[in-house]
């Protein structure tokens, strides 16, 4: 990975934070965006320490504003020659009811549209970079959940994203593949009540062997970010570093359409941008 530039939202902790490491190690220059400055400067200096890599940079990004991921866009196609790596890591999950600065629910907010449009920002220079990849990684499941709750509904958004941006991107030279990182041990977790309940307290051992760790919840992004073989490859699903099966309403041609454009005209982005 030496010479590529890699962008990762949401990678002060967890999967997103072990998946910096790793391309770091491999000689990429990473870019952490992430929101919480303090939590962000931090990581980057521990990724830089167990790496060994000193090419890696913290710089904010929150997602729940469209300014400022308006600001971080600019920055990156301003300063940065190429990008070779995009990805989308960074996720909220099952938080009390809260609002983005423009007024959408955190969960759509933030895991679909500030991704939508932080990607569709980068569009461009992405396609000067290629061959680059975009690798979406939805919210880590950290329970086993009903398919009713909103996070699901905003995992199959990025489903449907992932879908349409690949009609988009045809021989541009630039991929999209989505991924499950697995069950895995985040604090995605720390808003459920029951998780603070006598019963999971007693089954937490037995839990920790089930769950997987962030190291290994962060391989299948590894794979999709530097595997030889996935070059040229777009419009997949992975897990456990292994090509896996969508449900139909995960590739449904004309829902992923509407929600391109709706979300196209919630973010506010331009007709030249929508291309």
């Not at 932080?118 to 000067?128: A, S, V, Y």
């Amino acid at each position: 990975m030496h010479q590529k530039t890699i962008i990762i939202t949401g990678c002060n902790t967890g999967v997103g934070k072990e998946t910096a490491i790793d391309l770091a190690k491999r000689g990429a220059r990473v870019i952490m965006a992430c929101r919480d400055d303090q939590r962000g400067l931090q990581a980057a200096q521990q990724v830089r320490q167990q790496s060994g890599n000193n090419n890696v940079t913290y710089k904010h990004l929150d997602l729940a504003s469209f300014a400022s991921i308006r600001q971080f866009a600019n920055d990156i196609i301003d300063n940065e020659k190429q990008i070779s790596v995009l990805i989308n890591n960074a996720a909220v999950a099952h938080c009390p009811y809260s609002t983005t600065q423009e007024g959408f629910e955190m969960q759509f907010g933030v895991n679909h549209l500030g991704h939508f449009l932080l990607t569709n920002l980068l569009l461009d220079k992405l396609k000067e970079s290629a061959p680059s990849r975009i690798v979406m990684s939805p919210p880590v499941y950290t329970n086993m959940q009903r398919l009713i709750s909103m996070i699901c509904m905003v995992k199959l958004a990025n489903l449907l994203f992932a879908h349409e941006l690949n009609k988009k991107l045809q021989g541009s030279g630039v991929t999209v593949n989505s991924l499950h990182p697995g069950v895995v041990r985040t604090d995605l977790g720390r808003h459920y009540e029951w998780a603070k309940s006598y019963w999971v307290v007693l089954l937490r051992p037995l839990l920790m062997l089930i769950l997987k760790t962030p190291l290994q919840g962060a391989q299948t992004s590894i794979y999709c970010a530097v595997a030889e073989e996935l070059e040229g490859v777009s419009g997949r699903y992975y897990s456990d570093c292994m090509e896996k099966k969508l449900l139909p309403r995960a590739k449904d041609d004309e829902v992923a359409k509407k929600l391109w454009d709706i979300s196209c005209k919630l973010v506010n982005l331009t007709e030249s941008k929508k291309k």
